[in-house]
Nanobody
Framework: QVQLVESGGGLVQAGDSLRLSCAASGRSFSSYAVGWFRQAPGKEREFVAAIGISWTSGYTYYVDSAKGRFTISRDNAKNTVYLQMNSLKPEDTAVYYC??????????????????WGQGTQVTVSS
């Protein structure tokens, strides 16, 4: 069982940066893949990025729109996963959720619905 709490969202201007954090509680966090998803108003939830367990291939994976701008990382000692978002665009505006799944690869997080979800944090990018 894993509980996830996101933080770090806010209102920024286009071109700015934000770092989202996903703090996890529960045992064996290092054995969980963690992903970030987002949902904009009127749209379906979409995958953004994921980080697997360190000994699997494909340790990180990104949706094309995030490549080169977003970086996902994890600190297992702190039970925390981060999403550094640079060069933000208005189309990045959404509620961002982190999610976790036991033992999956980063790529699998883009196709398999994870078991555990946080409550979300709002990111708003003004033009």
């Amino acid at each position: 069982q894993v509980q996830l709490v996101e933080s770090g969202g806010g209102l920024v201007q286009a071109g700015d940066s934000l770092r989202l954090s996903c703090a996890a509680s529960g045992r064996s966090f290092s054995s969980y893949a963690v992903g970030w998803f987002r949902q904009a108003p009127g749209k379906e939830r979409e995958f953004v990025a994921a980080i697997g367990i360190s000994w699997t291939s494909g340790y990180t994976y990104y949706v094309d729109s995030a490549k080169g701008r977003f970086t996902i990382s994890r600190d297992n000692a702190k039970n925390t996963v981060y999403l550094q978002m640079n060069s933000l665009k208005p189309e990045d505006t959404a509620v961002y959720y982190c999610a976790a799944a036991f033992g999956l690869s980063a790529q699998a997080m883009g196709v398999v619905r994870p078991s555990y979800w946080g409550q979300g944090t709002q990111v708003t990018v003004s033009s």
